[in-house]
């Protein structure tokens, strides 16, 4: 655990330092304290993406859009993560949509059009826990970014020989 932001910047800086500039990182940050633009200054110097997530007790990203810009690199990474403890009081079969979450993702298109305005890239992830049915949410989400075809579903690619982050 970090005391403060100062004394996870001081480990963070010399982590990214080290990592190979031929691949894309990005850091996930869980304290809504830290959301500042100090933190946004020093993971852009580094290309580094700041993680934006949807987690019931983190401030939604439409909120902060003004405060410093959230996106530090040349792509950004979203994680519709919702209330895990929220949801799973409400059910534990992740095979339907619990939770209405149109809104809050009207929002996540507003805001990630303006990105994408801006040839930044989109990558996104969705949890069961956001609105009970990961697979519905990223649907959702295209329909209300308007594409219609359906989603094209590949295998991983994986390359010949796994690299290290520290060879």
């Known amino acids: 655990m970090f005391r403060s932001l100062d004394n996870f ?15 894309k990182f990005a850091v996930e940050i869980r304290n809504k304290e830290w ?9 852009g110097e580094y290309s580094v993406a700041l993680t934006l997530i949807d987690q019931g007790w983190m401030p939604r ?3 902060m ?3 410093f810009d959230l996106i530090t690199s040349d792509f950004t990474y979203i994680r519709w993560l919702g209330d895990r403890k929220g949801i799973e009081e409400k059910t534990r079969t992740w ?6 979450r149109q809104g809050d993702l009207s929002e996540w ?10 040839q930044i890239m989109i990558l996104a992830f969705a949890n069961n826990h956001y609105a009970g049915h990961g ?3 990223v649907e959702l989400f295209r329909r209300l970014w308007g594409i219609d075809a ?3 579903v590949h295998g991983p690619q994986r390359p010949a020989q796994q690299s290290s982050l520290f060879d």
């Open 9 to 23: 910047l001081g480990r963070l800086v010399p982590f990214v330092k080290r990592l190979p500039k031929e691949h």
């Open 35 to 43: 959301l500042v633009p100090k933190l946004a200054d020093v993971l």
């Open 61 to 63: 990203r439409w909120e």
């Open 65 to 67: 859009k003004d405060k």
């Open 95 to 100: 095979d339907k949509v619990i939770v209405d």
């Open 109 to 118: 298109v507003s805001l990630l059009k303006k990105v994408h305005d801006r």
């Open 135 to 137: 697979p519905s949410t």
């Open 150 to 152: 359906p989603l094209a």
